[in-house]
């Protein structure tokens, strides 16, 4: 299969993942069953029809409001399908680009986890051990299989050093600095760790580099327009989640660009 082709195809099932991924981050913070009931409108619990279901067509179709009575619904539900579209996409353009077709389905997972978890925590500051503990022996499992595909057990085992590493190091940081760092970015750490580390060590330093960048430049930007002081807590499970994917989609590149820079100097 070519990589456009792919691409393709991983965006338009990503649109629908993202459907199920708005599900989800709206059921699992408050405790609630991904099964039963049936799509619901929040504000008149009435049901959902099928083709209000639609990813990203039926928002557009109901102009942002329930069908029943006429209640908005938030533009996340559409940014949240466009997004988990677009981000399947390129993770699968560049996987087959590199011949790693094998773990595209270990990293559209790994996708899903960070999108569903980045909107939880900047929403209610938590990262639900629903969804951080199933997340590592789910892309593990798949990262297995995409190792004997490709004949490449290597890579595995770099992985599960790279999730002890990465969770050793947020471990240490949360119990020398608890109120810097919390637990919930400790469990999902290894995930991240592992699905960087199978790429790359390149990848694990770009990926948790990034992360620690993108929440810093973040708290400062809230220090200066929010007017937040340095002791405000912070969600910084969306950038951590963030890096990672960059360091996913880039950071081998990064690294290998940044090596070649320090030999020529």
């Given at each position: 299969m070519s990589p456009q082709l792919a691409a393709l195809l991983a965006g338009l099932l990503g649109l629908a993942f993202g459907s199920f991924a708005n599900l989800v981050i709206h059921r699992v913070p408050r405790g609630e069953s991904l099964v039963r009931p049936a799509s619901r409108c929040?504000?008149?619990?009435?049901?959902?029809?099928?083709?209000?279901?639609?990813?990203?067509?039926?928002?557009?179709?109901?102009?942002?409001?329930?069908?029943?009575?006429?209640?908005?619904?938030?533009?996340?539900?559409?940014?949240?399908?466009?997004?988990?579209g677009l981000l399947w996409a390129l993770l699968a353009l560049r996987l087959v680009q590199a011949g790693l077709g094998w773990a595209v389905p270990a990293y559209l997972a790994l996708a899903f986890v960070c999108v569903v978890l980045a909107v939880i925590d900047a929403s209610t500051?938590?990262?639900?051990?629903?969804?951080?503990?199933?997340?590592?022996?789910?892309?593990?499992?798949?990262?297995?299989?995409?190792?004997?595909?490709?004949?490449?057990?290597?890579?595995?085992?770099?992985?599960?050093?790279?999730?002890?590493?990465?969770?050793?190091?947020?471990?240490?940081?949360?119990?020398?600095?608890?109120?810097?760092?919390?637990?919930?970015?400790?469990?999902?750490?290894p995930t991240l760790g592992l699905a960087l580390g199978w790429l790359s060590w390149g990848a694990v330093a770009f990926g948790v580099f990034a992360g620690f960048l993108l929440g810093g430049l973040a708290g400062l930007a809230a220090i200066?327009?929010?007017?937040?002081?340095?002791?405000?807590?912070?969600?910084?499970?969306?950038?951590?989640?963030?890096?990672?994917?960059?360091?996913?989609?880039?950071?081998?590149?990064?690294?290998?660009?940044?090596?070649?820079?320090?030999?020529?100097s």
């Open positions: 929040p504000a008149c619990q009435a049901p959902v029809a099928w083709r209000d279901n639609l990813p990203v067509l039926g928002w557009l179709l109901l102009r942002g409001r329930c069908r029943a009575c006429r209640a908005p619904i938030g533009a996340r539900y559409l940014l949240v399908e466009l997004g988990m500051r938590l990262l639900p051990n629903r969804i951080t503990y199933p997340a590592f022996p789910i892309v593990l499992g798949l990262l297995l299989v995409a190792s004997v595909g490709l004949g490449d057990l290597g890579r595995l085992g770099r992985g599960l050093l790279a999730a002890v590493a990465v969770g050793g190091l947020f471990l240490a940081l949360a119990l020398v600095s608890p109120g810097g760092m919390g637990l919930g970015d400790v469990k999902l750490a200066a327009v929010l007017g937040l002081t340095r002791k405000s807590l912070l969600p910084f499970g969306p950038w951590l989640v963030a890096g990672a994917l960059l360091g996913v989609l880039a950071g081998a590149d990064v690294a290998a660009w940044y090596a070649r820079s320090l030999i020529g």
